[in-house]
């Protein structure tokens, strides 16, 4: 059994502390190291379905439940109208995803090596996906601007962009998701051959868990990833205003790294064993499916969700962080190596973006 799922004392706990009234921090911080558990119950049982059920169902259920607990989180958000806490979310997860889990991974790997590889090409198709993304994410913010509009303050829960910005996020989004679709048919079905780390990986878990096990397993996570993201949401306002730390930062930092935290460990945990492919996979892929993906889908889910539709439309330091992360992991990938001190260098951009988004 794996070590992080000790961690599943606290799902009763924060239960019980959101019934007991308790203060909004202990509350907070239990449904936080919650979420953790159930979050690596859905990636394990994930693996395991994809296993035997082949590439093509593997790699829609990777999309689906892969980044799961970001989306559930996400959801019960745009519901209570947290729409600027929800882009937030989704900045720190890209952000987190390249600078602290690909930097975590390649200081891990290499402090026993010279260098590591890994798959250029399969790393430059993502990291080209990304490119596109930022493109996406950050032409709405233009477009916002030039029309004489301003950007969201760092403060605001909900900023109301009039119907024609919403209308055109809604089509951005569209085109999103498309180009997603075909990424997906472009590295499990035209150029599989590319994307070995997917190979290994079922090779890995033969043998492993029963379709009936994996189903349950993932079914049961579901439910307490969504108790727990509820109890989350419910209490960030007030947890944030008590800690004296902006609902802006605990959403790029901590609920970004909370939602995240199962593939943090698996991508770590890999790199130590030399297989760099499937770290950087995880790092910069799981940044692509947030960006093309579920940021597109929650904005599509606004329009039904919440007090009114979400516009694609994020705050100036939210775009700096982006248009860094997205260019660093370009220029990373490059090469096909990496070493301990690229990843040191990817570990002081994150804590420098922290830092000035800390201050914000």
């Not at 975590?104 to 590889?117: P, S, T, Y």
């Not at 089509?171 to 590319?194: D, E, N, P």
């Not at 892929?285 to 329009?303: E, K, N, T």
């Not at 997205?326 to 990938?333: D, E, P, S, Y």
Request: glycine residues 10%; aromatic residues 8%; negative net charge.
């Amino acid at each position: 059994m794996r070590p992080v799922y000790g961690l599943g004392i606290f799902i009763p706990i924060a239960v019980a502390l959101e019934l007991a009234h308790a203060s909004p921090v202990l509350v907070f911080l239990a449904a936080a190291l919650g979420v953790i558990p159930t979050a690596a119950v859905m990636g394990e049982a994930t693996e395991h379905i994809a296993a035997k059920t082949g590439p093509g169902i593997g790699g829609l259920l990777n999309v689906t439940f892969g980044n799961a607990p970001e989306l559930i989180i996400a959801l019960f958000a745009l519901k209570e109208g947290l729409q600027e806490v929800v882009k937030a979310s989704i900045v720190g997860s890209i952000i987190g995803n390249i600078l602290l889990v690909l930097g975590a991974a390649m200081l891990v790997g290499g402090l026993k090596r010279d260098k590591q590889v890994f798959n250029r090409t399969a790393a430059n198709a993502q990291s080209v996906m990304l490119l596109l993304a930022l493109c996406a994410l950050i032409l709405p913010a233009v477009f916002q601007l030039v029309h004489g509009g301003g950007l969201p303050g760092v403060g605001e829960e909900r900023v109301d962009f009039g119907a024609e910005l919403e209308q055109l996020s809604f089509a951005v989004a569209i085109v999103l998701m498309v180009s997603y679709a075909a990424g997906l048919v472009f590295s499990l079905k035209t150029h599989r051959a590319v994307f070995n780390p997917y190979e290994a990986e079922e090779e890995e878990h033969e043998g492993g868990w029963s379709m009936k096990r994996s189903i349950v397993s993932l079914a049961v996570a579901a439910v307490l990833v969504g108790v727990m993201s509820e109890v989350l949401v419910g209490s960030i306002t007030e947890a944030s205003e008590t800690i004296g730390l902006s609902q802006f930062f605990v959403g790029v930092f901590v609920v970004a790294i909370v939602g995240n935290a199962a593939e943090h460990w698996v991508a770590v945990l890999v790199a130590a064993k030399d297989k760099m492919d499937l770290a950087v996979s995880i790092a910069i892929g799981s940044s692509a499916q947030i960006a093309l993906f579920v940021a597109p889908l929650l904005v599509l889910l606004s329009f039904v969700i919440g007090p009114s539709p979400m516009a694609l439309v994020f705050n100036g330091y939210e775009l700096g962080g982006l248009v860094f992360a997205v260019l660093i992991a370009n220029f990373v990938t490059q090469d096909g190596e990496s070493n301990w001190f690229e990843g040191v260098q990817l570990l002081a951009l994150y804590v420098v973006l922290g830092l000035v988004f800390f201050f914000a």
